[in-house]
């Protein structure tokens, strides 16, 4: 079974801090993505990539950067936290060939 | 810029009704269209539409894509409970891989 993980499933932050989520994916796959997920904005698009250190912005980039040095690993960064990241962060694996998308379990990241 | 509309936004039926859900889309060098279905965890796979007018089925589920129209439909029958969940779409692209999902449509199903 595909297997991505996410490192933290809840932290509490403060405004101005420095925040990595961390996303491991065991199945050699080359495109990983970050989305947000907020009650009535459905899925959002972050940050993805389709390669070692290949990035890409998605539909809401601001304030967040990202980081792939190995395939396996797509890690997301909030240089700055600020109370209108609060949301659930989900990582997401994709097997090209078949279309399948494999989830983390999520993130909620709450900042004060 | 990529745009995917889902509707309706939400729906509330019976058990045992028929639903279909709707997913249009503008993409670049399109490639696929697929289907999630989330319920209080991440998004589970459902299907992955290529060509125009063929059917994947799945049970009570059911998907086709109209390439010349731009969009797809999620037909489930005879609804049960565990229906209920967000249905969500996205197309691909050939390019930049990037995924886009709409909005998604709230399925609620009352026994």
């Known amino acids: 079974d595909v297997k991505v993980t996410q490192s933290s499933r809840y932290l509490v932050k403060r405004t101005g801090e420095k925040v990595f989520l961390e996303c491991v994916q065991d199945m050699d796959h080359e495109n990983m993505f970050w989305y947000r997920q907020d009650p009535g904005l459905g899925l959002r698009l972050i940050y993805f990539s389709y390669d070692v250190k290949m990035k890409e912005k998605g539909d809401i980039p601001e304030g967040y950067s990202v980081s792939r040095e190995k395939k396996e690993r797509f890690s997301l960064i909030l240089e700055s936290a600020s109370t209108n990241q609060t949301s659930m962060y989900l990582c997401?694996?994709?097997?090209?060939?078949?279309?399948?998308?494999?989830f983390g379990e999520g993130s909620r990241l709450t900042v004060l | 810029e990529d745009k995917v509309v889902q509707s309706p936004l939400s729906l509330v039926v019976h058990e045992g009704d028929t639903v279909t859900l709707n997913c249009s889309y503008e993409v670049t060098n399109f490639r696929s269209l697929l289907w999630y279905k989330q319920e209080k965890k991440a998004p589970t796979f459902l299907f992955m539409l290529t060509s125009s007018g063929i059917e994947k089925k799945s049970g009570r589920l059911s998907s086709i894509l109209d390439k010349k129209e731009l969009f797809s439909i999620l037909n489930i029958t005879a609804t049960q409970t565990g229906d209920s969940a967000v249905y969500l779409c996205a197309p691909t692209n050939f390019g930049n891989e990037k995924l886009t999902f709409g909005t998604g449509t709230r399925l609620t199903i009352i026994p």
């Open positions: 997401a694996s994709w097997r090209r060939n078949t279309g399948e998308l494999f």
